[in-house]
């Protein structure tokens, strides 16, 4: 792609896709883009200007007056918000009005490594390397409560399984951009591998298909 390298890191929730997406950039001096944070800035702002969430057009709205300020905004990380965020992503509307600002990061030299939904299948279906980072439904809410707990929220398990499995559903099942592996993704699957064994796992697939040259040591 014009000598710009983007590489697409998609999957659901919790799977370790963030994580891995930071390594990689970290490792091949691409810039670094958690495309959950412009859905859950989006959200944000339709929560606080008390929006309807099931009202496409103006969610639309607020999707198209983010600006990059907006994906620091403190609590974007909460779980109300990753909830809200895959009702807001549901929409046509709002996915379109975020895909030019996604293709912008990513064609911006270097380029970059984007985490996602549907970077490899939608974003950038040219992407020069694709993962599906995956792993069993209980790791991974036994991952996102124990990052919750971290962060001070008071977390129940069963809570956190009902609607990181609730999520799963929305975004596998909506029908505009849903969540699914591209035909040319490399599977990663995290239930059993730490994050520095899934890091190295997909470095050693940059370097086959890039050279070994894109990763620094
Ligand atoms: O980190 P986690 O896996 O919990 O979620 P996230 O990546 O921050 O994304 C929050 C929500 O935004 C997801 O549940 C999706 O509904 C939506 N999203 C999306 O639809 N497309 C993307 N490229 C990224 C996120």
Not at 118 to 147: Q, S
Not at 153 to 165: I, K, R
Not at 169 to 196: F, Q
Request: charged letters at 30%.
């Amino acid at each position: 792609m014009d000598g710009v390298i983007v590489i697409a890191v998609d999957g659901p929730v919790a799977a370790g896709k963030g994580t891995l997406a930071r390594e990689l950039a970290a490792r091949t001096g691409l810039r670094h883009l958690d495309s959950g944070m412009i859905y859950r800035a989006v959200a944000a702002l339709v929560l606080e200007a008390g929006d309807d969430s099931g009202d496409g057009r103006a969610c639309r709205r607020r999707a198209e007056r983010l600006v990059v300020a907006d994906l620091e905004r403190p609590g974007l990380r909460d779980q109300k918000i990753g909830s809200m965020a895959s009702r807001v992503a549901a929409h046509r509307d709002v996915r379109e009005a975020l895909v030019g600002f996604q293709r912008r990061f990513g064609r911006t030299p270097p380029g970059a490594v984007i985490d996602g939904r549907d970077i490899g299948t939608v974003v950038f279906p040219d992407a020069d390397v694709k993962f599906f980072v995956t792993a069993h439904v209980r790791a991974r809410a036994a991952r996102r409560h124990r990052e919750l707990v971290s962060m001070g929220e008071t977390a129940d398990f069963g809570n956190v399984l009902q609607e990181l499995s609730e999520r799963d559903r929305r975004d596998s099942e909506r029908a505009w951009a849903p969540l699914r592996k591209a035909d040319d993704a490399v599977v990663i699957d995290t239930t059993k591998l730490d994050a520095a064994a899934a890091a190295e796992k997909a470095l050693d697939i940059v370097r086959h298909r890039l050279g070994a040259a894109s990763v620094l040591s």
